[in-house]
């Protein structure tokens, strides 16, 4: 029997019936809708904002809150599938929807008033409210204790000051989630976009991500009231965040480095070289096995961590080595991909290299691979070497 050439192990049948039904509801999406234009939009470094009606429509926005607050319940699995199926696509159509349903519906949904749930998040399931996450600052981002924005109660207001950094949506957004230090530890605001001395500015010439938008933020005495500060305190508010962006971001990967598997399997087959194709030779086939034996081992990681969480059984470290691991193997796998392609590998005509280029601020952002080593290595002896 042949295997299927991206699932060895047959993870397809540790899923469910509805778990199999969003897979494959989310696949088409990227085919028809996101494949035939993501090249040029990576070109242009231009964010398809023309999609996100679409992933509105489709559901992919705060997909597991529950219904009243325009979510659908969805497992973890389920959203690790979408993520998985949207990075197939591009890392920055994935970046989107993490930031929007688990770094800005979550912390609404999970330290917000019900009041501020209802004004916000069916809003932002629809896609008519959009979100950015504002925690990296100027100075250092993998230490986030050290935040220089402040925020200062006066009356009923807060004023803000300080500016953040590397922030995924900043110029589209209309609400950001801001995390700033204040007399009673780290706290986060709901900062409306036209609030007065609030500013976004987008950072240019980059070489990874253009096709998602990444801004500065800066705060210069922004008064925001009471009822937009989230009920939460302390550093665990925003790495809550993270740990349900983190998960999402270990299923993303895997779609990226089998969008470049496939597109390298099937040029390596047509390619011929000293009257065989490329495909015909041992150092091809050893590395297009060593690919498929990690894409194997990373999808088995992320069945049990999604059975995990759903269980309410996820650590924090637990998601640390899966982010680590599918972030390393991706990148790996995209460099490999586009050097097998040769010169053609290095335009956007073919995907490897634009995959390339966007793991590498996936392996970076929501916690850096040495970051997530050090976490594992605290994990183990109990002494933490950051
Ligand atoms: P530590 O002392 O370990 O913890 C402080 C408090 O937080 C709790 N905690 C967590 N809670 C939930 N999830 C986690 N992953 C948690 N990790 C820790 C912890 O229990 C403690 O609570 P309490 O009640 O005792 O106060 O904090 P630390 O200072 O030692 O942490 C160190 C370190 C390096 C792990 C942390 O600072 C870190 O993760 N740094 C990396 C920062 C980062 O990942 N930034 C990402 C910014 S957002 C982004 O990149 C978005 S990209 C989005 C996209 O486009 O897709
Ligand atoms: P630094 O923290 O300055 O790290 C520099 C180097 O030092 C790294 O190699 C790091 O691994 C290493 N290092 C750090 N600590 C140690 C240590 N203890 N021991 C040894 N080495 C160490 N942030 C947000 O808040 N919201 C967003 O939406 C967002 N989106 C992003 C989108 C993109 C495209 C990018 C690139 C970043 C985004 N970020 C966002 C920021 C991201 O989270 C940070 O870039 C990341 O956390 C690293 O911070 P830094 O860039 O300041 O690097």
Redesign the pocket.
């Known amino acids: 029997m042949a295997l299927p050439p991206y699932d060895l192990y047959d993870v397809r049948s540790l899923l469910s019936e509805e778990e199999c039904a969003v897979q494959d509801a989310v696949a088409r999406f990227t085919d028809e809708r996101v494949l035939p234009i993501i090249g040029d939009a990576f070109d242009q470094g231009r964010f398809p904002k023309e999609l996100i009606p679409e992933i509105a429509a489709m559901g992919l926005l705060g997909c597991s809150l529950p219904e009243q607050y325009g979510g659908h319940g969805l497992n973890a699995v389920s959203y690790g599938l979408i993520c998985q199926e949207l990075e197939r696509g591009d890392s920055g159509i994935r970046?989107f929807v993490s930031?929007q349903s688990s770094?800005c519906m979550y912390p609404i949904y999970a330290y917000g008033s019900e009041e501020q749930r209802m004004r916000w998040l069916p809003d932002m399931a629809a896609g008519k409210v959009i979100g950015?996450?504002?925690?990296?600052e100027p100075h250092?981002?993998?230490?986030p204790a050290n935040m220089k924005t402040t925020a200062r109660k006066d009356g009923a207001d807060w004023v803000l000051n300080g500016s953040?950094m590397?922030?995924?949506?900043g110029n589209v957004a209309d609400i950001a989630i801001v995390w700033a230090q204040t007399d009673d530890g780290i706290q986060g605001f709901v900062v409306e976009k036209d609030t007065p001395g609030f500013a976004a500015q987008e950072i240019k010439h980059?070489m990874?991500?253009r096709a998602?938008v990444?801004s500065s933020l800066f705060f210069d005495n922004v008064r925001v009231p009471e009822a937009n500060r989230l009920n939460v305190k302390g550093l665990k508010g925003p790495l809550g965040c993270l740990t349900q962006a983190r998960y999402g971001i270990t299923w993303g990967p895997i779609g990226a480095a089998i969008a470049c598997l496939d597109e390298a399997l099937n040029y390596s087959k047509e390619r011929i070289l000293f009257d065989r194709p490329v495909a015909a030779t041992q150092s091809a086939q050893l590395k297009l096995a060593d690919m498929a034996r990690r894409i194997t081992m990373a999808q088995l990681l992320v069945v049990q961590l999604g059975r995990l969480k759903d269980a309410g059984r996820m650590a924090p470290a637990q998601v640390s080595l899966a982010k680590w691991n599918n972030c390393r193997m991706a990148i790996d796998i995209a460099r490999q991909c586009r050097d097998l392609l040769g010169g053609a590998g290095i335009t956007t005509e073919h995907c490897a290299i634009r995959h390339a280029l966007n793991l590498e601020?996936v392996i970076?952002?929501?916690?850096?691979?040495?970051?997530h080593q050090?976490v594992i290595g605290r994990e183990l002896t109990g002494i933490s070497?950051?």
């Open positions: 970046s930031v770094l950015c996450f504002g925690l990296t250092g981002g993998s230490d953040k590397w922030i995924t949506n980059k990874s991500l998602s990444t601020s970076t952002y929501e916690g850096t691979e040495t970051v050090l070497a950051f």
